[in-house]
């Protein structure tokens, strides 16, 4: 089945730093990557995604990036700010009927003042 | 205007007792589900509804009942708790079986003791 790694699993940036973080998949058949991000004590929410025949897409200081060959996939934030602070999950899914999203195991971001 | 809600919020037990969950969302999605977080942020998958019919179920324990009445509910029983059932339970749903967006519930953090 499809194995989703993700690193680093803590990430501490200065404020204004930009941070990265990456996915490894296993299926090459995945085709749609979507990262959530879920505050302390709320629901995870999607922040942006990506499918397979793009390589990358950007959404003001957030972008993601995709490599299909290499199969890994990478979320960028630029210019971060204290609400950036949040725990990271990015997630992979295979287009067909029965299919379903895995999820990487979660990167806790906090941003220094 | 909730989109995905869920009942109770909190729910402490104890060991041996039979508990339920409730979910409803108002998206008019097709497709719902239940996901189990781990103390340590685990995101996976439990159940997928499409419809009122199950299409996805991991390796579950039996004591885990899913029940979808019709498609914008589905509530989820447990029998037997036990420690290791200790986590929050998110309920989300998408747009058809598909996938792709995941729309969470609040979750609901249930403690076993």
């Known amino acids: 089945g499809e194995n989703v790694e993700q690193h680093p699993s803590t990430l501490s940036v200065q404020e204004g730093d930009s941070a990265v973080i990456k996915c490894t998949y296993s299926?090459?058949?995945?085709?749609?990557f979507p990262w959530y991000k879920q505050e302390l004590g709320k629901r995870p929410q999607l922040i942006i995604d990506?499918?397979?025949?793009?390589g990358e897409k950007k959404d003001q200081r957030i972008a993601v990036t995709l490599n299909k060959t290499a199969k890994h996939f990478s979320l960028h934030i630029t210019e971060t700010q204290p609400e950036d602070s949040a725990v990271y999950f990015c997630?992979?899914?295979?287009?067909?009927?029965?299919?379903?999203?895995?999820f990487g195991s979660g990167t806790r971001l906090s941003i220094r003042p | 205007d909730t989109a995905v809600s869920q009942t109770p919020k909190y729910l402490v037990t104890q060991m041996g007792n039979d508990k339920s969950i409730k979910c409803e969302q108002n998206?008019?999605?097709?497709?719902m589900y239940w996901y189990k977080q781990d103390s340590k942020k685990f995101l996976k998958i439990m159940f997928s509804?499409?419809?009122?019919?199950?299409?996805i179920n991991e390796t579950v324990p039996n004591r885990f009942s899913p029940k979808s009445p019709d498609k914008a509910h589905l509530n989820l029983h447990i029998n037997s708790l036990e420690l290791g059932d200790s986590a929050v339970y998110f309920c989300?749903?998408?747009?058809?079986?598909?996938?792709?967006?995941?729309?969470f519930g609040p979750g609901t953090r249930l403690l076993v003791l």
């Open positions: 998206l008019g999605h097709d497709t």
């Open positions: 997630a992979v899914h295979r287009y067909s009927s029965a299919s379903k999203i895995i």
């Open positions: 509804y499409n419809n009122k019919e199950l299409i």
């Open positions: 299926d090459s058949a995945s085709n749609y």
């Open positions: 989300a749903s998408s747009m058809d079986r598909f996938q792709e967006t995941q729309y």
């Open positions: 990506i499918r397979s025949n793009v």
